[in-house]
T-cell receptor, first 117, second 111 residues
Framework: DTGVSQDPRHKITKRGQNVTFRCDPI?????LYWYRQTLGQGPEFLTY????????KSRLLSDRFSAERPKGSFSTLEIQRTEQGDSAMYLC???????????????FGQGTRLTVV | GDSVTQMEGPVTLSEEACLTI???????????LFWYVQYPGEGLQLLLK?????DKGSNKGFEATYRKETTSFHLEKGSVQVSDSAVYFC??????????FGSGTKLNVKP
């Protein structure tokens, strides 16, 4: 298993353009998370999935952001009409919830760094 | 709501010095607690974890003990190395929910 994979690693886009990021979780992990991290800050929650169901989306997230996880495997995060304030590292993580141990650790990908110019 | 508070950095130490990074949390019930480490330009890597009160997580010479009475999970290492220079994040999860992270503490270890 190669761990959580994110693509692309880096993305530079012009303000107003749409971008899409992909995350491939560890195989058979049923939970998938998206976080955003700006310089000098901790990861900020965006959304998470249990299999293909989106369980929660941050209230701080504008409707320009949307995420999907079709078939409960890979996930995509799309940002429409990007703004300079969207510049950040976007982190994906996955975990396997099973049995009584439901609070297991999350494994993170290397992130996608977005720069909006 | 749930939250994590950790000491602000940066923390600068000489090699072989002792390290303590403080972390306290707010949560109802019994969360699981974690320390993650992040190297420049990389994602977060799990360093250690503890899932119930009085558990001690340990890895690579780092330790942290889950103290419910003080709602703390301080990270300690007896002798740091230059290679330990990174940003350290305290985190919690419970009720099958999302992870909450502290703001991170940058550690600089000088030779």
């Amino acid at each position: 298993d190669t761990g959580v994979s994110q693509d692309p690693r880096h993305k530079i886009t012009k303000r107003g353009q749409n971008v899409t990021f992909r995350c491939d979780p560890i195989s058979e992990h049923n939970r998938l998370y998206w976080y955003r991290q700006t310089l000098g800050q901790g990861p900020e929650f965006l959304t998470y999935f249990q299999n293909e169901a989106q369980l929660e989306k941050s209230r701080l997230l504008s409707d320009r952001f949307s995420a999907e996880r079709p078939k409960g495997s890979f996930s995509t995060l799309e940002i429409q009409r990007t703004e300079q304030g969207d510049s950040a590292m976007y982190l994906c993580a996955s975990s396997q919830l099973r049995g009584p141990d439901m609070n297991t650790e999350a494994f993170f990908g290397q992130g996608t760094r977005l720069t909006v110019v | 709501g749930d939250s994590v508070t950790q000491m602000e950095g940066p923390v600068t130490l000489s090699e072989e010095a002792c390290l303590t990074i403080n972390c306290t949390y707010t949560a109802t019930g019994y969360p699981s607690l974690f320390w993650y480490v992040q190297y420049p330009g990389e994602g977060l890597q799990l360093l250690l974890k503890a899932t119930k009160a009085d558990d001690k997580g340990s890895n690579k010479g780092f330790e942290a003990t889950y103290r419910k009475e003080t709602t703390s999970f301080h990270l300690e290492k007896g002798s740091v190395q230059v290679s330990d220079s990174a940003v350290y994040f305290c985190a919690l999860v419970h009720n099958f929910n999302k992870f909450y992270f502290g703001s991170g503490t940058k550690l600089n270890v000088k030779p």
